[in-house]
């Protein structure tokens, strides 16, 4: 009868009981938290090719610092080939990031300043590998329009830009040369392809 009686008693002083050694202490895990911080950066007027954890666009951001990356997502941004823009953004740091994403994590708060490159102004690319998140292809929604890095562009009349769509996946390198054209309401695009090779 007495044993029966202990069991309760056990049982609810178990979890007070564990935990006296000190040196279980050294083995539990402090749990991490992830770092938010906020700056200014800047981030560049043209896309640019990402190899990163995900291949495709990226952008180019410096912060205060004057130290540059470049990154695959801004969040609540809306890219524009032709603009340089300053902005006041939050980054998370994450102190756990999964298997299969990104370390951090950056997001538009404001934009300050949005400056405009002149009309003519040349971006040129260096070994863009034409691979399948590069892939020059025409544009669904712009008929004769083509898409670089996932943004509209029109071709200069000398340039055979179906070439260009039909080696697009062929995972050959090659140069490109676009210029800025401004931004107007009468095409869906600011830039022109004028030299590839």
């Known amino acids: 009868m007495l044993k029966l009686k202990l069991l309760p008693l056990l049982l609810f ?14 083995n539990v895990e402090q749990e991490l938290e992830d770092e938010y911080y906020q700056e200014v950066v800047v981030i560049g007027s043209r896309p640019e090719p990402y190899y990163g954890f995900n291949t495709g666009p990226g952008y180019s951001v410096t912060d205060e610092s004057g130290e540059q990356s470049l990154v695959d997502l801004i969040r609540d941004f ?44 040349l971006y040129n690319y260096d070994s863009v590998i034409l691979d399948h998140a590069h892939v020059i292809r025409t ?11 996932g943004h509209t562009f ?44």
């Open 13 to 26: 002083s178990s979890p007070f009981l564990t935990g006296c050694n000190s040196s279980d202490d050294e």
């Open 139 to 149: 544009d669904d929604n712009n008929e004769g329009y083509y898409l670089f890095l």
């Open 78 to 121: 809306t890219f524009e080939w032709g603009y340089t823009v300053t902005a006041q953004v939050e980054v998370v740091i994450y102190a756990d990031p999964p298997d299969d994403g990104a370390s951090s994590d950056i997001r538009v708060l404001e934009i300050l300043d949005r400056e405009e490159d002149e009309v003519g102004t």
């Open 154 to 197: 029109e071709c200069a009349e000398n340039i055979d830009c179906d070439q260009l769509v039909d080696m697009s996946n062929d995972g050959g390198t090659i140069s490109l040369e676009f210029e800025y054209l401004g931004q107007s309401d009468d095409r869906p695009t600011a830039v022109m392809l004028t030299d590839w090779n």
